[in-house]
């Protein structure tokens, strides 16, 4: 009976270090963002990543056996088009001159095992919530209320990337330019 709530003890432990990596992570990533160090934040993707960016309102046109392919992104980026966003910020030619300060606060973090898993790595689905604040010198706060669905996939040696981001925007809708990421 002990070794098996040994064995059980091991296991929960296991599951909550693991939360507790992904969970840093996040916040790791967000604080990238906003210390508008993009190329290395880029350098945590995958190279398969799909990252996407809906608005509530866009969901709310969705019908019943919909998937979010079904609906029309507000954002809609492979590696590569994030490499030219990240050029783009990094750079004083792009929309939004210059560019702004974001704040990402990220919470609610809730960590599943994805089941897509290999002898060289693990993924896991992680939700979480992230109020990202975005401001510019001359005009007013804008706060952007999210949700982050994410697969991250965790190596053998236990490095970290993202496969996948999908980040629903609980707004009807964006005003100006998204030339950030959220």
């Known amino acids: 009976m002990a070794a098996v709530q040994s064995a059980l003890q091991s296991e929960a432990n296991a599951r909550s270090e693991m939360a507790r990596r992904l969970t840093d992570f996040l916040f790791d990533g967000a604080r990238l963002l906003d210390d508008r160090r993009w190329a290395e934040w880029l350098s945590t993707c995958t190279h398969d990543i799909d990252y996407t960016v809906h608005t509530r309102a866009n969901l709310n046109l969705m019908r019943e056996g919909d998937t979010f392919d079904d ?8 590696y590569r088009a994030l490499e030219l ?20 606060v990220v919470s609610n973090v809730r960590c599943w095992v994805d089941g897509k898993a290999s002898a060289e790595k ?20 804008v706060i952007f209320p999210c949700r982050y669905e994410d697969e991250i996939e965790v190596a053998a040696d236990g490095s970290m990337k993202l496969a996948s981001r999908l980040v629903i925007v609980e707004a009807e809708r964006i005003d100006g330019a998204l030339a950030y990421l959220l």
């Open 71 to 78: 609906v029309l992104p507000y954002v809609k980026c492979d």
């Open 122 to 141: 693990e993924r896991y689905r992680v939700e979480a919530l992230c109020i990202v604040h975005r401001n510019r010198i001359g005009e007013d706060l």
């Open 85 to 104: 966003r990240v050029q783009m910020l990094t750079r004083e030619w792009h929309a939004v001159d210059p560019a702004p300060w974001t704040l990402h």
